[in-house]
């Protein structure tokens, strides 16, 4: 390789300021249109609405971005508006048809993403539609979402394994006699890459499994975490629901039927590389011709998951950029007032959340001499916040 080749590889990662831009523009984006489809999240509102104001916000705004590159810039949606109710777990973005509405008291898991130049940021929120704080088992599985998303993004860090991850969250979901949701994996995230090869694992059992990593300095990844009273055991239970793909790039096949083709050469022009909704399709095709491209590996299909009836489901996803002066989070949104019936006393979780998530500048700041004491004082007193349930405010900046 060259010298000027290795050089524009390295601008691929955080190393470069265009980058972290890029993804800083798109986090931002990703963030309004969050926070629009949230407070629009009422009793009586169809979900497909929902979702299709999240995706148009985002390619709205997408498309006033770097509109005088010389380089012609692919940006737009990176993950489907998805918005999952109550026991349902993730990936439900219904067709236009779909007559799905939100009602009172639904615990609504928010889902979505936005890209620029393939730089990724994705972010999931979960909102009770309920008049002053959450309580209860609602409030609890919360908590244990939010908490777990606190712990995680402290310890994925430069020298920090991603099975370290794995057994934290797990130990913060038991502390709220909850569960971790198995199937949801954190990935690392590249360039128009929403899954790349470092993964973390959300419950390690024998039929799931990842190589071990080491997380390293200039790395982007997806932080998703779901929590359930129930099992956490989430099931597939029709096909049907299924409307977000992915194209398999290294995958090809000679399709037979002329619906098929003709879908898949739509696939390919709009979206050949990120996440879409099977919405954004011509719908009388798409049905029939997105069967024999899942059915020959053509696609990736996002399944919609649901846990047992009954049971309270709450989800958290967020971007991380582990920049060389700590961890970065640049998606998410505050959250509503808790009250959860579980207030965890371990301490070694109280250490976890006392932990900074960034470096501490070395001399020139503004801090007089004398109060390490009190900034200690302070990290602790926000790890017993964030457990109690006060630690709404989230800087993502």
Not at 15 to 39: F, G, M, R
Not at 240 to 264: C, E, G, N, P
């Amino acid at each position: 390789m060259s010298d000027e080749e290795n050089k524009d590889e390295k601008e691929l990662d955080l190393s470069s300021q265009d980058v972290v831009t890029k993804y800083k523009c798109a986090a931002e984006i990703a963030n309004k249109a969050l926070q629009t489809v949230v407070s629009e999240c009422k009793p009586g509102v169809k979900v497909v609405d929902l979702c299709e104001k999240g995706d148009a916000l985002i390619q709205d705004h997408t498309a006033l971005m770097f509109k005088n590159s010389k380089k012609k810039i692919e940006k737009g949606v990176a993950f489907p508006t998805c918005i999952s109710i109550n026991n349902t777990v993730c990936h439900f973005s219904p067709l236009a048809g779909d007559e799905t509405v939100l009602a009172a008291d639904d615990i609504v898991k928010i889902d979505l993403g936005c890209h620029i130049d393939g730089f990724v940021a994705v972010v999931a929120h979960t909102h009770m539609l309920c008049d002053g704080p959450v309580k209860g088992r609602a409030a609890d599985v919360l908590m244990a979402c939010h908490t777990a998303a606190e712990v995680a993004l402290r310890l994925v860090r430069p020298g920090r394994k991603n099975k370290e991850v794995t057994e934290a969250i797990q130990k913060v979901a038991a502390a709220y006699d909850c569960k971790i949701a198995e199937g949801v994996l954190s990935h690392q995230m590249k360039q128009f890459v929403i899954d790349a090869n470092k993964v973390i694992l959300s419950v390690a059992n024998s039929e799931t499994r990842v190589d071990d990593a080491e997380f390293e300095e200039n790395e982007v990844y997806a932080i998703d975490v779901v929590t359930s009273t129930g099992e956490g055991k989430p099931r597939l239970l029709d096909e049907k629901q299924t409307t977000i793909y992915k194209r398999a790039v290294d995958k090809s096949y000679h399709l037979k039927m002329k619906a098929s083709r003709f879908i898949f050469s739509e696939i390919n022009t709009k979206f050949p590389i990120m996440p879409f909704t099977a919405r954004a399709l011509e719908e009388k095709r798409a049905r029939l011709g997105l069967v024999e491209c899942v059915n020959h590996d053509l696609l990736q299909p996002y399944p919609v998951l649901h846990e047992k009836p009954g049971d309270f489901v709450a989800h958290i996803k967020f971007t991380v950029l582990l920049m060389p002066n700590g961890s970065d989070r640049i998606t998410g949104h505050s959250l509503q007032e808790l009250q959860p019936l579980k207030v965890p006393e371990d301490p070694e979780i109280k250490t976890w959340l006392a932990m900074a998530t960034k470096a501490k500048k070395k001399g020139g700041g503004k801090k007089k001499k004398g109060k390490k004491g009190e900034d200690q004082a302070e990290g602790q007193d926000e790890a017993m916040d964030i457990a109690a349930g006060d630690g709404e405010k989230m800087d993502t900046t």
